[in-house]
């Protein structure tokens, strides 16, 4: 198993931009997390999905769409890039059931200029 | 208030010393708790999740006080491999984790 994966790694854009930070796990997980990590904020809930076709709201969605088409396919949509969206993004996955052991794609690193 | 805080240290040890990390949590409603570890420039990774009785993993020993609203983390005979920054935080259910800021461990030779 790949586990959870990331793409891109690394992004640059300029400020107004669009673009989609791919997710991808192959565990069967149901539900399926974006955050943000923000030095001195630590990780930030942005969007979240408990299935298929079923999304909510974290702590900081603004800017941001998602989608849940599929279980193993969670996108994070970012409408119109501003520089307060410079940050490291990771996606998570865990089973049904609320564990603590959530797993983590290695993460995109994105600069907005 | 933050809903969990932790001290972002660094915390300096030498190798073989005993180190422990605090963090306090302002929902006295949450569900459960946990540790998770995060090397630099990587993803976080469980390191254990903390029950009411408190429990223990090797050389790691985590402890839960509800009446103070802290949790805590204790790792005994510090590694080099142990340097990472670890992050608290309380699992709400339903998906929603919330997370500390990390507290920075350094152990040195």
């Known amino acids: 198993n790949a586990g959870v994966t990331q793409t891109p790694k690394f992004q640059v854009l300029k400020t107004g931009q669009s673009m989609t930070l791919q997710c991808a796990q192959d565990?069967?997980?149901?539900?399926m997390s974006w955050y943000r990590q923000d030095p001195g904020m630590g990780l930030r809930l942005i969007h979240y999905?408990?299935?298929?076709?079923?999304?909510d709201q974290g702590e900081v969605p603004n800017g941001y769409n998602v989608s849940r088409s599929t279980t193993e396919d969670f996108p994070l949509r970012l409408l119109s890039a501003a520089p307060s969206q410079t940050s490291v993004y990771f996606c998570?996955?865990?089973?049904?059931?609320?564990?603590?052991?959530?797993?983590f794609g290695p993460g995109t690193r994105l600069t907005v200029l | 208030r933050k809903e969990v805080e932790q001290d972002p240290g660094p915390f300096n040890v030498p190798e073989g010393a005993t180190v422990a990390f605090n963090c306090t949590y302002s929902n006295s409603a949450s569900q459960s708790f946990f540790w998770y570890r995060q090397d630099c420039r990587k993803e976080p990774k469980l390191l254990m999740s903390v029950y009411s009785s408190g429990n223990e993993d090797g050389r790691f020993t985590a402890q839960l006080n509800r009446a103070s609203q802290y949790i805590s983390l204790l790792i005994r005979d510090s590694k080099l491999s142990d340097s990472a920054t670890y992050l608290c935080g309380r699992n709400t259910g339903f998906q929603k984790l919330v997370f500390g800021t990390g507290t920075r461990l350094l152990v040195s030779p």
């Open positions: 565990m069967n997980h149901e539900y």
């Open positions: 998570a996955s865990n089973a049904r059931g609320g564990t603590d052991t959530q797993y």
């Open positions: 999905s408990v299935g298929a076709g079923i999304t």
